[in-house]
Structures are given as structure tokens and as C-alpha cells.
């Protein structure tokens, strides 16, 4: 029994309107109802994002997570300080409900893995003694270029007051492993088989909420253009394009219109069997990226936090 990978996010905002220009300039698409909106990856069945109407400032309301032998989490879920809960108010009612020991929701389902499409062109470099794109461009004339779409989400990063209660609990609990971390500020998940290097990830702050979701698109060369794109269009804080030290994924960040931020991310590490993979406690110095431009000053500060609910 474990969870095996993250669906979704559901947010409430004030706006959704503004919530839904937002995504859909990310690339995903909308299907809208009168109280909601559902923002999918092209050819999922399963929106990565659904924003809820609600006054005041955005708030994280739930994370989705794909997970098997619910029956067996139950069980674990209070003995490690969480909570089952009923399903809120117009919400799906399969599948579990579950406070972590912070208060934060978490929605476990029983669901397939999406098929996954092949790039059709893998990205390739030419090496010193390892040349392998002969008679051809790398790069095609800009026009010609399709916007970048997300394929999936991949990860969604939360704040915590306690980064290491919270991942004691979703290993305990929910069957992930701790795959690496920097001290007790930042802290990565994943799943035990055939998983990204994390699933989820805990940053420390006064309070919970979400820092980012992130995007997995075909190759470094997308994560730069539609970081880029998206960075123009909204007007507000980015960060990238740039690698970590901690996965290992190119990555670019686009801040949303709450003060949280949005990530396209590629070529993540993958721990196919956790039993065989060794955590690292990182410093400080490699928390952030092994390169890249400098942080923004308001990257790790959580605006959730400000007025608690």
C-alpha cells in the first residue's frame, strides 16, 4: 500500500477569472462549471488544477494523490498523526479524505497511471567524443515552433511548519519514501517504484500552503520558451531558467497571481526501485539550484501564511 503519484491541486481564489487566464496561458485547458474550474494537461482525463470560488486570499484547499490499498492507509493514517475526514462539501466522495498532522488535505484515489506519450524527437546533445545528432539542426527557425504544452504533473511543493513531521507522515502513512533533503528546510518524496526523484515536497514556513506545482514538459529547450512565454505574458516574478542540484531538473518558475509559483520542468532524476536509492542530506548551499540567475527575494515566502484562516 503506497501512494504511487500526484493528480491534481485544488485551490480556492478569489477570482477565477483570473485563476483560469493564469493556467490556460501555462498551457491547460478549461472546462468550467458554475462554481469551479477544471484545468487539465492536453489529453488527460484528470484536471491538474481545479480552482474553487471563495473570497479572500488563494488558498491550497487539497492535494490529489493516485495511491493503492486504501484500506491499509486508513489504518496508518491516525496512528501518525493524521486525520480521516469526510469528503467536503461537494466533493468526490470515493476514495480517502486525510488531514496530515499540519491540517493540510490530502485526497487519496485509486486510479490508473495516464499513458504517456513519447517525445518524438528525444532532446540530444553533441559531446565531447559523443556526438549523436549528425546532418541536422538542433534548433528550428522560431516561427515554426509549436507552443510548449504541460504533459503531466509531475510534483507539488507545500509549506510546513515542520518539514520533517510532515515527512514522517507521508512515509509512514502513506507508504513514500524520503528521497532527499536539505538539513530540515526543504524535503523531497517519492514513490517507492518507478517514480519521479519526488512526488512531493515540504518547505519550511510559519504556516501550510502551496509554494509551487510542477510541470513536466518534453526537454530543457521547452522549459526555457514556455517559462519564457508565460513570464511575458503575466508580467510578475520568474525565476530560471536554471538546474537543480536536488532532482536534477532544468526548471523555470512563473510566479501565479496569488504570490505562489508555477514550474516547467524536464529531465528529473527517476528512482525506479526506492530500496536501492540512497537519500542525501544536502546543505543549504544546493537547497536552491546547482546554477541558474539569482533567487527572487519573495520565492520561498508564503503568502497563505499571512492571514490564516
Not at 480552482?51 to 494523490?65: C, D, F, N
Not at 542525501?280 to 527575494?297: F, I, K, L, Q, R
Request: charged residues 20%; aromatic residues 10%; hydrophobic residues 40%.
Amino acid at each position: 500500500m503506497a501512494v504511487a503519484g500526484v493528480i491534481g491541486i485544488a485551490l480556492e481564489v478569489p477570482d477565477l477569472g483570473v485563476g483560469t487566464r493564469f493556467y490556460t496561458d501555462a498551457g491547460l485547458e478549461a472546462e468550467t462549471a458554475s462554481d469551479r474550474v477544471s484545468l487539465s494537461c492536453p489529453g488527460s482525463a484528470m484536471p491538474s488544477v481545479t480552482l474553487l470560488k471563495s473570497e479572500g486570499q488563494m488558498r491550497l484547499h487539497h492535494v490529489v494523490l493516485r495511491a493503492d490499498e486504501l484500506d491499509d492507509i486508513a489504518l496508518l493514517v491516525p496512528a501518525h498523526g493524521g486525520k480521516l475526514v469526510p469528503p467536503p462539501i461537494g466533493a468526490k466522495t470515493e476514495g480517502l479524505w486525510v488531514q496530515d498532522p499540519h491540517g493540510v488535505l490530502f485526497h487519496l484515489v485509486e486510479a490508473d497511471k495516464p499513458a504517456e506519450k513519447s517525445v518524438e524527437h528525444p532532446f540530444a546533445i553533441n559531446a565531447p567524443g559523443h556526438i549523436v545528432r549528425t546532418r541536422r539542426s538542433a534548433m528550428q527557425p522560431v516561427g515554426s515552433i509549436i507552443p510548449a504544452k504541460p504533459r503531466r504533473l509531475g510534483h507539488v511543493a507545500l509549506f510546513t511548519p515542520d518539514v520533517m513531521v510532515s515527512v514522517r507522515f507521508v512515509t509512514q502513512a502513506f507508504g513514500m519514501g524520503l528521497a532527499d533533503r536539505a538539513q530540515e528546510i526543504v524535503a523531497f518524496c517519492c514513490a517507492r517504484r518507478n517514480s519521479d526523484h519526488h512526488v512531493l515536497a515540504f518547505a519550511k514556513s510559519p504556516g501550510t500552503g502551496l509554494h509551487h506545482a510542477s510541470f513536466q514538459v518534453a526537454d530543457p529547450d521547452e522549459v526555457g520558451r514556455a517559462g519564457h512565454a508565460l513570464a511575458q505574458k503575466t508580467g510578475k516574478g520568474h525565476w530560471g531558467f536554471g538546474r537543480h542540484t536536488i532532482g536534477s531538473n532544468f526548471f523555470q518558475y512563473i510566479q501565479d497571481p496569488w504570490g505562489s509559483w508555477f514550474e516547467y520542468y524536464s529531465d528529473m532524476d527517476f528512482i525506479d526501485d526506492y530500496a536501492l536509492w540512497q537519500p542525501t542530506n544536502y546543505g543549504m548551499e544546493d537547497a536552491m539550484a546547482n546554477w541558474g540567475p539569482p533567487v527572487p527575494a519573495d520565492f520561498v515566502h508564503n503568502y497563505q501564511a499571512e492571514h490564516p484562516a
